[in-house]
C-alpha cells in the first residue's frame, strides 16, 4: 500500500479551490494514482485533449493536479490526524464550542469526552439540557429544570420544636368545645365531616386546628401549613 499526499486545483469559473488530500493505493505508480483520483474527484472528468494536463467536468470545471507526494504510513496517519482535528480526541472535558448559536436561537457548549464522544450543554427558557452523544451518534439526554434550581424556601423557614409546641397549645379546640362554639352537633359522625372544611385534626392531640385564620399571624399560618402537612408527627 502506497500513502500519498495530493494537491489539485479546481477552476470553477473565476473561482478557483486548491485541495490537498491524503490517498492511499495499492498500485505502483503514483502519478497515475494521482491523475485518476483527480479525474474522479468532482464527479467523472475526462480530457478533451490528449496535450491537456487538466479534466474537464461537465464542460464547465476544470481539475489539474498540482502536486503528488509519497509518504510513510507514519507521515499519513500523524496528518490524518491533522486534517481531521483529531490530535485532541482524548483531552476528555475540552471545549470545543461554544457561544450563541443563531440557527437554534440557544447558548451551547460542545465538550469533548474523548474517544467515548461528546456532550452538549444548551440553555432553554424552561432550564438546561444535557445531551451525552456516544460514538454511534446516539444520545441520552437529561434536563435540569429551572425550579430545580431555586431554593425551597419552605424549607428554610421551617418552625421551631418550640414555635410548633406554642401554637399547639393556642389554637387546638377539643371536640366538645368546637362544636358548642359553631353550634355543631356533639359527636364525631354527626360533626367531623363539616369541621374538615375549615379545620384539620391531630389524632395524637385529639384537638381540632384552623387551616386558615383571619387571627393568625403570618407566621402562624406557615406553622399550621406545615403541621397539617406532617400531621402524622403530633
Known amino acids: 500500500m ?38 474522479a474527484f468532482w464527479g467523472y472528468g475526462e480530457r478533451y485533449n490528449k496535450e491537456d494536463d487538466f479534466f474537464w467536468v461537465n464542460g464547465e470545471i476544470t481539475l489539474k493536479l498540482s502536486n503528488v507526494v ?14 481531521s482535528d483529531d ?17 437554534l436561537e440557544r447558548e451551547e457548549v460542545e465538550i469533548n469526552l474523548g474517544e467515548n464522544g461528546k456532550l452538549m450543554l444548551y440553555k432553554t427558557p424552561e432550564g438546561s439540557v444535557v445531551d451525552v452523544y456516544n460514538q454511534d451518534e ?4 437529561m434536563t435540569i429544570w429551572e425550579d430545580d434550581l431555586t431554593p425551597n424556601s419552605d424549607e428554610e423557614d421551617e418552625p421551631t420544636a418550640v414555635e410548633i409546641k406554642a401554637y399547639l397549645k393556642e389554637w387546638g379546640q377539643k371536640q366538645g368545645e368546637i362544636t358548642a362554639n359553631l353550634g355543631y352537633p356533639r359527636s364525631h359522625a354527626e360533626s367531623d365531616e363539616l369541621l374538615m372544611e375549615d379545620y384539620f385534626f391531630l389524632e395524637g392531640k385529639k384537638q381540632w386546628y384552623p387551616k386558615i385564620s383571619r387571627m393568625y399571624s403570618e407566621e402562624e399560618q406557615k406553622i399550621a401549613d406545615y403541621v397539617r402537612n406532617n400531621r402524622d408527627n403530633y
Not at 70 to 83: A, D, N, Q
Not at 138 to 141: A, C, I, L, P
Open 2 to 39: 502506497k500513502y500519498l499526499f495530493i494537491t489539485l486545483d479546481v477552476q470553477d469559473g473565476e473561482r478557483k479551490h486548491t485541495h490537498r488530500v491524503l490517498h492511499t493505493t495499492p498500485g505502483e505508480n503514483i502519478e497515475f494514482a494521482a491523475q485518476r483520483y483527480v479525474a
Open 138 to 141: 446516539e444520545v441520552n439526554t
Open 70 to 83: 509519497e509518504l510513510s504510513e507514519y507521515e499519513y496517519k500523524l496528518m490524518s490526524r491533522i486534517f
Open 87 to 103: 490530535r485532541n480526541r482524548n483531552d476528555y472535558f475540552q471545549i470545543v464550542s461554544k457561544g450563541y448559536e443563531a440557527g
